[in-house]
């Protein structure tokens, strides 16, 4: 089955980086556009990134310029760079295919 595990957040300074990483097993991950979403506590989920198959990315608004979104499908796993990270970057951050299969999630905060 889709298994998608991602880890690296923690707690940073404003100001500081993160990088997060998404590992996928049970699809064929050079084949698939992958994209990060994000869900601050109560509010509705959020989405951040997209990498297509073919390396194309896309940003939402609020990171554009700070985050970068890329993959190594040798290691079938898709990365976050997040800089100059906002306490408005607090949020648990998921990977996802397709909106379909996601991950747990892991949980950035970022404090002031």
């Known amino acids: 089955q889709v298994q998608l595990v991602e880890s690296g957040g923690g707690l940073v300074q404003t100001g500081g980086s993160l990088s997060l990483s998404c590992t996928a097993s049970?699809?064929?991950?050079?084949?698939?556009?992958m994209e990060w979403y994000r869900q601050e506590s109560g509010k509705q989920r959020e989405w951040v990134a997209t990498i297509t198959s073919r390396g194309v990315t896309q940003y939402a608004d609020s990171v554009k310029g700070r985050v970068i979104i890329w993959r190594d499908n040798a290691k079938n796993t898709v990365y976050l760079q997040m800089n100059r990270l906002k306490p408005e970057d607090t949020a648990v951050y998921s990977c996802t295919v397709a909106g379909v299969y996601w991950g747990q999630g892991t949980q950035v905060t970022v404090s002031s």
């Open positions: 049970g699809i064929s991950f050079g084949a698939t556009d």
